[in-house]
Every structure is written in C-alpha cells, then in structure tokens.
C-alpha cells in the first residue's frame, strides 16, 4: 500500500517540518472499503447483532457516495442500513449474549474533530493547499491538503446539523439508555483561536445566536471571493470576467452555488445538545493549525490586516530548504513562510490566539452542563488538561495527548502519566504487575473507559527542549493499560477515519482478555459522521460495547438551498466527499475513509472482569 500524507514525512523533510503549517490527518493508511458482508480477520467468525434499527442511525440507512458524474464528481445517495457487527476477537468462543437478561451500563455519544474554523483568518496557510495538486511537481511529498478545504466555511454549520441529528435520536439504539453524556475528542477547534474557541462553545450549548464570521461583517474575505482570485481554489459564486474556471468546477466537477459566500457567515440558532457535554484537548486546540506552538509573529499575524497568498522564496530557497529551516526551529524561517505577498482585509481582535490556560477557562463561561465540561478548578490551577468522572460503575479518563511544544502527534508527560497509573490503582481490587503476576489491591472497582484526542498508533511524539524529561509513548501507555483487566475502551479521534482495533493481553497471561480502541471519523472530512457507544453487562462472563455511526441532520442533498444550517450541511458533505487532492492519489483515501464494515457499526465483546459477574 502507497504511503499516506503523514507516511510521507517519514521519507521527505520538507514534508517533517512543513506538516507544521499544513496536515492534521494521522498515519493510519487509506482502507479501502469492503463490501458489507466482509467480516473480521482474526477473532471467532462475526455475526450480526440482534440490536434494532431506530430511526436516525446508519443501521436503518448510511450515505454514500453515488455515481460519478461530470469530472468525477459524485453526489450522496442513500445506500442500506448497516446491522451492528459482533468482533470477538478479545472474546473467543463466547456466547451469544440474553438481551433480556443484559444490563446497560451507559450509553454516551462521541462528537471528534469537529475542527469549527474561522476560514478568513489571517493566521491561515491556504496558499499551500496548492501545492499538493497532482499537477505540481512535489505533490507526492507534500502533506498540505489539509491546509484548505472548499467546504471549511461550513463547520459550525456541520456542527449544528450533528448536534440536532443527536437530539432526535437520544437513546442507544442497541440498548434504549438515554444518552447519559456527549464528549468531543479533541480539534474541536482548527486554529486555536478566541473565535473558533466561542462558536464550538456555543454550538453546543445553544439557546443563542452563532455568527461564523469574523473581519467585516458585510462581506467575506477569503480565498474563495474574487478579490485575489485563484484558479486552485473553489469559487462558488462563479468565474469573475477575464479569468479562467477555477480547477474544482473547471476539471472535477464541483457546482456553482450562487450567494454561499454570504449564507455560511449567516448567524443561526443554536438548538445545544440534550445531554451535558464534556471535552477533550486536540492538536488544533493547543497549537496552531494543529502543529506549532504559538509564537509573537503569529500572534501579531491572527490579529492583523493582512493575509498572505502565497510563497516568495528568494533565489536558492526551495520548500525543501524552508521546510529544514522551520523543522531546525530556525526564527527567519517563519518569517519567510508568511513574507510572500498580501491582501488588505479587516483586522478582528477575536481571531487572537488562546494557550492552553484560557482555553481550560473559556468552558467555564458556559450556559451548558457540567460547567467547565469536564476541567475542573483543579485544572485552572495546574494548566492541565486531563481529568476523571464517573458514570455509575464507569469511570472515564480523559487525557490530553498534545505535546506543547509542537506537532501534530500526541504523547503524555511523565506527570500525567504518573496520575494515570494512580487512577488506575485506584479503581482496581486486583491487576498484574509489570511482571504479568496478579496483585491484590485496595481500590474499589470501576469498569475503565479512557477518551483522548491522540490514538495509541499516533502518541509518537517525542519533542522536548534541551533538559526536559522524555515524553510517555504509546507503547508505554498501552503497556500500562494491559495490566488493569479494568480497562474496556479508548475512544478517540484524530485520524479522522472509523476504525476499530482489539489491544489483546499476551498469550499465556494471567488475566485473559484487552481492550477495545474506538477511532471516529471527523466532522470536517467525508464522511463527517459520529458515533453512539452503548455498554452492557451481559451477566454471562462478557461485557459488550455498542459502536453505531451516526450521519448529521443534513439531507443527502442540498436541493440548491443555503438559506438554513442543514441544507449547509449537506452541501459541505458532499464537497468533502469530492476531494479532488485525494481523487487523484494512487491510493484515494476519500471513500476510505469510511472504514471497513467492521469498523463502522459493532458489538465488541470482552471479558468482564469477575467482581461485575
């Protein structure tokens, strides 16, 4: 398999330090999908689950790409509901579970990457998106399609279209619980700024007005307006006299959608979610766009009055050079990144950008449950980002993963992990010491669900000043959990793909079993989706987990209509889903994106440890 944008970096060190202004996708590579009947590859033989198919979720309908029409362009269509897949991969051999004799434990809903975007900030590369056309020379190498996407301008609408198609629905479907709670993984915002910061608040709130807008609110300033028009960009308003079609519409297909530009800065009402919501800390929250720690030249860039268009590199500077100038830290080398030329738009002091202290304090300024979300006193206090609650006999974990001082990839600091181990002990009558023997403990049992933005895959991330103690690696964590039969789940985000991953205990280990790794799909990305997760006891020696993927509230097509945030929604759905950089790549992971069947709606199964028999 063809190596994706983040494998690329592996190979390329343009790519490394680049990465820093542009990716926010994980190393996970493009999966092809499969066709529904596909069933898992390890593990006893799946079957479908008994679970009904309320209205609302993908197992009564999914959406999926249609026909490719005009330059490949392909609309949504509704394809057939997907029954839950049972995986016991960490189970074998076990039971078919009584529904009437199971006991639901919770029933939560996971929102990630939401990535709610102020599109016309001055603290935007968009000028890189280009570069990773298939028509440029570095293409292959350069992970810059994250850098601009033509359905960026929508994300506070997708988010309202989630938010509402999660209040009708308001119960698992597998189990009937009310939904206990919603948590966000992280990149809840896409450039950690003020602005973004109050419209995912907001929206998830609800009871108020949310503008998308920022700079002057009577026009949009942006890379797709007709001001410094070009041809790499979508322009939905259409062609300007004396240009040449824009790439999307002119080559791939895209439509013209007369007054969007106007329509997605248009303020709408909130509807907030039903059930409290907590969160989580992404790399887009904490660093910005998602990879550099926030410097004075930045800062003073989000706040200013200019917005650059494109790169001005002096003869002998290539994107190679500039990107080992940005990776070695060098100062000059962001200045030159930003030097290229500009367009006067209108200064907004709410663009500035937020550290990790200010974000933890802004969800306290909240009309939602619980205040703060999660962050506690305690946090304000430390600056930190990580916490616990507790739903009945599950205790949640929420960590943050992001690494301070720079990239996209996650990582704990050695205090955090300490406070992990704790936490664990805490909520364990009995776990293996490092030697895989049982040990007795004191703690009062609690069935363990850990939430964070970063997958175990993508927590690789060692950068550290001269003198600071080493980051903690996923292997280390996972090594951790492995030895508390009290961890069931790890839900997370940031890879933007569904994907669902058994962690087994060694062969031959005291204590049989693992735990489950639930991956969701973003809300920016094709194919915009959450997910609905339903724990049970079934009293027979398993504990199930319910996974069932969740589309927005808006229509498979807009119908031509901007005039509200579903039909919105739905446009920006289907440009997502036309992602021409992605199109193009020997290994198209557009589609992909979806997951296999087995990665989308499932019953997993694992051993319950014995004190809940």
Avoid at 381 to 400: E, H, I
Avoid at 525 to 535: H, K, L, M, T
Wanted: aromatic share 6%; hydrophobic share 35%.
């Amino acid at each position: 398999m063809k190596p994706n944008r983040r494998d690329l970096l592996k190979y390329s060190a343009a790519g490394a330090a680049l990465v820093g202004v542009a990716a926010c996708t994980d190393d996970a590579k493009a999966k092809p999908d499969k066709k529904q009947t596909d069933a898992p590859k390890s593990g006893d033989p799946a079957r479908k689950s008994d679970a009904a198919a309320p209205a609302g979720t993908t197992l009564e309908r999914t959406l999926v790409l249609g026909p490719p029409g005009a330059g490949g362009y392909r609309k949504i269509v509704a394809g057939p509901g997907e029954p839950h897949m049972v995986r016991a991969e960490l189970s074998p051999g076990a039971p078919a579970a009584d529904k009437g004799t199971r006991k639901s434990l919770v029933a939560f809903t996971q929102l990630t990457d939401i990535h709610i975007q102020d599109s016309q900030s001055t603290a935007r590369v968009d000028f890189l998106d280009r570069h990773s056309d298939a028509d440029q020379p570095l293409a292959k190498l350069l992970p810059f399609q994250s850098s601009h996407r033509p359905q960026e301008a929508l994300t506070a609408q997708i988010a309202e279209a989630m938010v509402q198609s999660l209040n009708r629905i308001g119960k698992g479907p597998a189990l009937g619980q009310p939904l206990a709670f919603t948590i966000c993984t992280g990149d809840n915002t896409d450039n950690i700024q003020f602005n973004e910061l109050r419209w995912y608040i907001d929206v998830l709130d609800g009871g108020k007005k949310v503008t998308p807008d920022s700079g002057d609110k009577n026009k949009y300033e942006g890379p797709m307006d007709a001001v410094a028009y070009n041809e790499r960009y979508w322009h939905p308003e259409g062609t300007p006299a004396g240009q040449k079609d824009d790439l999307p519409r002119g080559k791939f297909g895209y439509p013209t959608v007369p007054g969007l530009l106007d329509a997605c800065r248009r303020p709408f009402d909130a509807t907030g979610l039903k059930t409290p919501w907590y969160t989580a800390y992404g790399n887009h929250d904490g660093l910005v766009q998602g990879n550099l720690p926030v410097s004075e030249l930045l800062s003073r860039i989000a706040v200013g009055d200019e917005k650059v268009l494109d790169l001005a590199l002096p003869t002998g500077q290539t994107i190679a050079t500039l990107g080992l100038g940005l990776q070695e830290g060098k100062p000059d080398a962001l200045a030159l990144l930003l030097a290229g030329p500009k367009r006067k738009v209108t200064a907004d002091p709410d663009r500035r950008l937020v550290d990790r202290a200010e974000t933890i304090k802004e969800h306290f300024n909240t009309t939602g449950l619980p205040k703060g979300h999660g962050f506690t006193q305690q946090n304000i206090d430390q600056t930190t980002a990580y916490y616990t609650f507790d739903q009945g006999s599950v205790r949640c974990l929420v960590l943050d993963t992001v690494n301070q001082y720079g990239k996209d990839s996650g990582c704990l600091d050695p205090t955090q992990f300490a406070w992990l181990q704790d936490q664990l002990v805490k909520g364990s009558s009995s776990y293996l010491d490092e030697a895989g023997k049982v040990v007795q403990g004191t703690g009062q049992d609690k069935l363990f669900v850990l939430f964070s933005h970063h997958t175990i895959g993508t927590l690789t991330n060692k950068t550290v000043p001269k003198g600071q103690p080493a980051r903690i690696l996923g292997p280390q964590v996972l090594a951790l959990l492995l030895r508390f039969p009290n961890v069931i789940l790890w839900v997370n985000g940031h890879t933007h793909d569904n994907n669902v991953k058994p962690y087994p205990r060694p062969a031959g280990s005291a204590v049989p079993g693992g735990f489950w790794e639930i991956n969701t799909a973003s809300h920016i990305d094709w194919p915009s989706q959450a997910r609905i997760v339903e724990i049970a006891d079934n009293r027979n020696g398993t504990v199930s987990i319910f996974g069932t993927i969740v589309d927005s509230a808006g229509p498979e097509s807009h119908g031509g209509k901007v005039d509200n945030p579903l039909a919105l929604a739905a446009l920006a759905r289907e440009l997502a889903g036309n992602d021409w950089q992605e199109r193009e790549r020997p290994d198209p992971k557009v589609d992909g994106r979806r997951g296999r069947v087995e990665d989308r709606n499932v019953e997993l199964l694992v051993p319950a440890p014995g004190w809940l028999k």
